[in-house]
């Protein structure tokens, strides 16, 4: 995260020193971005607080660590799908996981549509390709997810 | 403004007004949400602005023709190579990686490229992977990249070369 700001102030000192015009242009590029994604960005954190709530942790690792292990991984994407974690929860939270004994299978089902599926991002991603593209790309995103999410299990002899 | 911006307004609106009042009444489950919401705010907030000025700095500094040899249609499989690795060097989320892929589709980048640099900035960023592998083990880690890479690659040119054959045009928000 440091390194982060390090590395913009940096760019942006040097863009300045060689091109005041084309950063200024830069600038003026980011602000008007990011104006524009404001508003759905607000929404979505509105959602992502709201649904946290009522499916709160506790409630994720609860019902991934009872049941039929084809039904959880489905159940996983699910999950997956609809929330939003940044990794420094959804990582600590697959390793409880792994602790209680839920398979392979189902954690990768549950990291692989968390990172790749986004419900909740939706109104942002349409913002910038349009409905129909978000739209496939969701789709195709969580066919790969089942898909590793399978091939995981097999490799870990979880299935047969 | 349209309609549909003002709503959003007034959505966005209530909900601070609901957390603020939450926090006056000390009610619980409003203070929970509230909690929530600072919890993720507070991490885009420190990393959006960060990721769109250099957003702004590459679209003014990179010229097209750098970006159409490597990234668009006549840059052959080697492309996809580098948006992995584009992906893989991304930091936060899909939030950040949108406007970058953006970004890039307007310099000229192919949109099968995009795909697959969007599938890569979901499921291999560098950071994350080393923090997965802690808490899943490196084999967990391992076989999740040979397998979903080769399928993010193969399901991107599928999906982009389909749009691409129907003349598709982004169209943003529709």
Redesign the interface.
């Known amino acids: ?1 440091i390194l ?2 390090i ?2 102030i940096l ?2 000192i040097l ?1 300045f020193i060689f091109n005041l015009q ?2 200024i ?7 008007k ?2 104006g524009k ?1 404001i ?5 979505m ?2 959602l ?3 649904i ?2 009522f499916i709160p942790e506790q409630v994720i690792t609860e019902y991934l660590s009872n049941g039929n292990k084809y039904s959880n991984t489905f159940l996983a994407s699910i999950i997956g799908s609809i929330t ?1 974690l ?3 929860i959804a ?2 939270l ?2 409880i996981l ?1 602790d209680k004994n839920v398979t ?1 299978m189902v ?2 089902a549950f ?2 549509t968390l ?2 599926v ?1 419900i909740l ?1 939706f109104p ?10 978000a739209f ?2 969701n789709i ?2 969580f ?2 997810a089942l ?2 999410a399978v ?2 299990g097999i ?2 002899g979880e299935v047969f | 403004m349209t309609k549909n911006k003002i709503i959003k307004i007034i959505i966005i609106s209530s909900f601070i007004i609901f957390i603020a009042v939450s926090y006056m009444l000390n009610f619980e489950q409003g203070i929970d949400i509230g909690k929530n919401f600072f919890e993720f705010s507070l991490n885009l907030i420190l990393l959006l602005p960060c990721a769109f000025i250099l957003i702004g700095l590459f679209e003014a500094w990179v010229k097209r023709e750098t970006v159409e040899k490597h990234l668009g249609k006549d840059a052959g499989f080697i492309s996809y190579f580098w948006a992995v690795i584009l992906g893989g060097c991304t930091f936060g989320s899909l939030i950040v990686a949108l406007p970058i892929s953006y970004s890039l589709y307007k310099k000229g980048a192919r949109l099968t490229v995009i795909f697959t640099y969007l599938g890569a900035a979901a499921i291999c960023r560098i950071p994350m992977t080393i923090f997965e592998a802690s808490y899943l083990g490196v084999k967990f880690t391992i076989i999740r990249y040979l397998v979903s890479i080769p399928l993010v690659i193969l399901t991107s040119i599928i999906l982009g070369s389909y749009l691409e054959k129907k003349n598709f045009k982004v169209m943003k928000g529709k």
């Not at chain 1, 242009?25 to 602000?31: D, E, F, S, T």
């Not at chain 1, 942002?124 to 593209?133: D, L, N, P, R, T």
């Open positions: 995260m982060l700001f590395v913009t760019l942006v863009s084309k950063t242009k830069g600038m003026k590029i980011a602000v971005r990011f994604i508003i759905p960005l607000l929404i954190l509105v992502v607080s709201v946290l709530y939003m940044p990794g420094f990582f600590p697959s390793g792994k392979y954690i990768s990291t692989t990172m790749m986004g991002t942002i991603e349409k913002e910038y390709f349009g409905v129909k593209v496939l790309r195709m995103s066919i790969i898909a590793v091939i995981t490799l870990f």
